[in-house]
């Protein structure tokens, strides 16, 4: 029997409305709704506080954000980066007249793989822009050595990564930006939103100008700058969440958890060890549906539709198979064997804080399917 009510990938998390009131009020009371206000700022420094690191910028969604983080470092000519991720990542380096290149991805961790990125440097590259894929950290330590030897820059996309630490602290501290998304979908949502964590307090200045028109002061203009501001109702919501977002990760470990003793016996159905960080966020949870299982992934996915139930194929297609990338050398099959095996065979299951243990039980019903 479907399920009456539709169970999606993900269900934001929301506080309890009563508790956005007095944030409202206030908005209300002092008029100020955008451009750094009292809200934008005390939320930049709680969450610098929250994340353990010195310079955050907030931005209306992390698309804007990545876009911006390129223009801050001056990135031109040819950026290494991930097929195998949600196309923004790629489409912040068209928006900045940048050729993407594409690398293959480690099959065991689903990132960037570090030790084929040399191969993949031209005297036109200026930057490695890999993807914290899931949340999973990247091989960090790897790419700083490829970059400092080459004289690249990295610029983290950290979309998936809020509160994802390694045996150092932030994984955002690594390279010379990350950026983050507070997308509806994002395990932290402010609706929309998006950051930028700079390593120091010039490049956030530089960073601020960029998102606010390239403004320095009421009649200076530094830069090209876009408007790329977080509004006054995106930091109240990001202040209130973060009152809840330790819970909601300790929710989101517990069904992570659940799925890996409910899944572990099932011929066909490989899901991913956990990662080594230190700190995890368990923003997904995939699986790879391999040849033995008696389905295809994609009849295995109509499947789940049919009983009112929504995985996704995060990431498929890729995104070197998309009409504006795919003539590029770099988005051949035989270079990206890895992630096109990959892409082929991922599902997302359904994990957010309120997922409940019986539909748990009924994914992974559905998923002991014996026969074609
Ligand atoms: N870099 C990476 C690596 C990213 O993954 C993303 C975004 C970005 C950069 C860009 O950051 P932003 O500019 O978005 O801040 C979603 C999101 O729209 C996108 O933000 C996200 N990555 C991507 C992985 O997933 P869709 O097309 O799958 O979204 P949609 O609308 O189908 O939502 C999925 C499910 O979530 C729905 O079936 C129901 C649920 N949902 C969704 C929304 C929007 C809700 O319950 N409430 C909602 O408000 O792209």
Known sequence: MPLNSPIYVTRPFLPPLAELYPYLEQIWENRQLTNAGPFHQQFEQALCEYLGVDHISLFANGTLALVTALQALRITGEVITTPYSFVATAHSLLWNGIKPVFVDIDPATFNLDAEKIEAAITPQTTAILPVHVYGRPCATDRIQQIADTYGLKVIYDAAHAFAVEDKGGSILRHGDLSIL?????????????????????????????????????????????????????????????????????????????????????????????????????????????????????????????????????????????????????????????????????????PIYPELEVKTQKKIAMLLTVKNK
């Open 181 to 349: 998304s507070f997308h509806a979908t994002k395990v932290f949502t402010t609706f929309e939103g998006g950051a930028i964590i700079s390593p120091d307090e010039k490049t956030k200045k530089r960073i601020d100008y960029l998102k606010n028109f390239g403004f320095a002061d009421e009649v200076t203009v530094v830069a090209p700058g876009i408007n790329g501001k977080m509004n006054e109702f995106q930091a109240a919501i990001g202040l209130l969440q973060l009152k809840y977002i330790d819970m909601a990760l300790e929710q989101r470990a517990e069904i992570d958890r659940r799925y890996r003793e409910l899944l572990s016996d099932i011929p066909g159905i490989h899901y991913l060890p956990y990662p080594n960080s230190k700190r995890h966020n368990y923003s997904y949870f995939p699986i790879l549906v391999e040849s033995e299982y008696p389905l295809t992934r994609d009849e295995l996915y109509r499947r789940f539709r049919e009983e009112n139930i929504y995985v996704r194929r995060y990431f498929y297609p890729l995104i070197s198979d998309f009409p504006m990338y795919r003539t590029l050398p770099s988005a051949s099959k035989p270079n990206l064997q890895n992630a096109s095996i990959t892409s082929d065979k991922v599902l997302c299951l």
